[in-house]
């Protein structure tokens, strides 16, 4: 999807929250692709480290849903993550049809390299506004998304 450059956006489409929404969202997305494909890592692996890390051993089903993936999608980040011995995955002894996932040593000190990767990112992306802003959109955009999530 092309961005067009503010200046020949017309007044009334530039001036709509969702637009501008939308379009900062199009340029973050690529800044993080970006940003994590420099590491070798993707925003699923992000994602998928920090939802182990924050709340356990979880089945692929519960880390797709607390992480926001689609099932299919966990499975080949889960793969990628596997292979690099950043998660380990076992049959469940309640359910030996499904795996629970967890984090590896190694996928903690992943996760901390990607966290400092996206805090670059996070100040690229923001650099044109100051700390006391920046905290200020993230309680905004927090507001509204729980809006529209409820």
Request: no cysteine; hydrophobic share 40%; charged share 25%.
């Amino acid at each position: 999807m092309d961005t067009p450059d503010q200046d020949v956006v017309p007044a009334r489409l530039a001036g709509l929250p969702s637009w501008l929404i939308s379009q900062t969202a199009v340029r973050a997305g690529r800044m993080v692709g970006d940003g994590l494909a420099a590491v070798d890592a993707r925003g699923y692996h992000f994602r998928l480290l920090a939802t182990l890390d924050e709340f356990g051993a979880a089945s692929q089903a519960a880390l797709g849903r607390r992480s926001g993936i689609h099932v299919s999608d966990v499975v080949a980040a889960l793969n990628e993550l596997a292979d690099r011995d950043y998660v380990t995955r076992e049959p469940d002894p309640a359910d030996r049809r499904r795996n629970v996932v967890t984090i590896t040593p190694a996928g903690r000190r992943q996760l901390r390299r990607l966290e400092t990767r996206l805090a670059v990112v996070q100040d690229e992306l923001l650099a044109p506004l100051s700390p006391e802003e920046r905290a200020q959109l993230s309680r905004l955009l927090t507001r509204v998304l729980r809006h529209h999530s409820a």
